[in-house]
T-cell receptor, first 110, second 112 residues
Framework: GQSLEQPSEVTAVEGAIVQINCTYQ??????LSWYQQHDGGAPTFLSY????GLEETGRFSSFLSRSDSYGYLLLQELQMKDSASYFC???????????FGRGTSLIVHP | DTAVSQTPKYLVTQMGNDKSIKCEQNLGHDTMYWYKQDSKKFLKIMFS???????INETVPNRFSPKSPDKAHLNLHINSLELGDSAVYFCASSQEYNYGYTFGSGTRLTVV
């Protein structure tokens, strides 16, 4: 089976940088995705890493190390609107369909 | 607007009833999905479907069934609703199987 571990909650102040880690155990790994979900809203796709390294999209970056079964989402210049839940998701095995982690609640303080 | 739209947004119903949730996407994606999100925000895949293949999560009770009249629609039918079915159900679609999902706004189902 698959398992993903990510912290349940992270807090930071406006303007800071925060890193949300995700470790996974799986077979036949295809890629690691990140999604953002505000309370009462739908998950929104942020980024995808299929190969090792860093992918940058504006204030958000995502990193993957396949040898370490580890990835992270880096959020820079935090804004209050970044307060949300962040999910890592791993696609692997024969079904290709991502399995989601249990989410990290990011709380940004002024 | 290009999007995944699902209706209704809220659904309150009694135990034992049968209900349906509709989903439509105009993104031209080949694959659609249904996810269930419980009160602890755990997102669990229920089904994925394209015009070639239906993949069912084996843990989903057979009271749940997807119906796809065409590539742009994937409806969810639930028979004999139970209290434990209360959750938020999200429809999603993607062009690639493993990333870049676009989610609908969700249907909050409450079984009383």
């Amino acid at each position: 089976g698959q398992s993903l571990e990510q912290p349940s909650e992270v807090t930071a102040v406006e303007g800071a940088i925060v890193q949300i880690n995700c470790t996974y155990q799986t077979s036949g790994f295809y890629g690691l995705s990140w999604y953002q979900q505000h309370d009462g809203g739908a998950p929104t796709f942020l980024s995808y890493n299929g190969l090792d390294g860093l992918e940058e999209t504006g204030r958000f970056s995502s990193f993957l190390s396949r040898s370490d079964s580890y990835g992270y989402l880096l959020l820079q210049e935090l804004q209050m609107k970044d307060s949300a839940s962040y999910f890592c998701a791993v696609a692997s095995g024969g079904s290709y369909i991502p399995t989601f982690g249990r989410g990290t609640s990011l709380i940004v303080h002024p | 607007d290009t999007a995944v739209s699902q209706t209704p947004k809220y659904l309150v119903t009694q135990m034992g009833n049968d209900k349906s949730i509709k989903c439509e996407q105009n993104l031209g994606h080949d694959t659609m999905y249904w996810y269930k999100q419980d009160s602890k925000k755990f997102l669990k895949i229920m089904f994925s479907y394209n015009n070639k293949e239906l993949i069912i999560n084996e843990t989903v009770p057979n009271r749940f069934s997807p119906k796809s009249p065409d590539k742009a629609h994937l409806n969810l039918h639930i028979n004999s609703l139970e209290l434990g079915d209360s959750a938020v159900y999200f429809c999603a679609s993607s062009q690639e199987y493993n990333y870049g999902y676009t989610f609908g706004s969700g249907t909050r189902l409450t079984v009383v």
